[in-house]
């Protein structure tokens, strides 16, 4: 079964920096792509950014030039710098990771449970 345990938000106030991290654990055959994604109240979850294995990134043109994404495929972690942080940054940051578990033919989409992010003075 596959987990992902997300650290490191909080409370920043505009302008600041937050570093988030995520954990993937579980008998995965193979981890595809790992990134982020993020929901604000009453707004659709939207991609912050993703990391190919082979380090390929993704991001939303709103975080472009200020958040940076890397992962460390040896410990199945992924990495979110955030810097200038912004109060329309503030949102529920969820780590997703594509992947195939061991027994399972297909890739899989999974999900962490949530860190939040306030950016306020």
């Known amino acids: 079964q596959a987990q992902l345990v997300e650290s490191g938000g909080g409370l920043v106030q505009p302008g600041g920096s937050l570093r988030l991290s995520c954990a993937a654990s579980?008998?995965?055959?193979?981890?595809?792509?790992m990134g982020w994604y993020r929901q604000a109240p009453g707004k659709q979850r939207e991609l912050v950014a993703t990391?190919?294995?082979?380090?390929?990134?993704n991001y939303a043109d709103s975080v472009k030039g200020r958040f940076t994404v890397s992962r460390d495929n040896a410990k199945n972690t992924v990495y979110l710098q955030m810097n200038s942080l912004k109060s329309e940054d503030a949102a529920v940051y969820y780590c997703y990771v594509r992947g195939r578990m061991v027994l399972i033919l297909t890739e899989r989409d999974y999900w962490g449970q949530g860190t939040q992010v306030t950016v306020s003075s």
């Open positions: 990391i190919t294995s082979g380090g390929t990134t």
């Open positions: 579980g008998s995965f055959a193979s981890i595809n792509v």
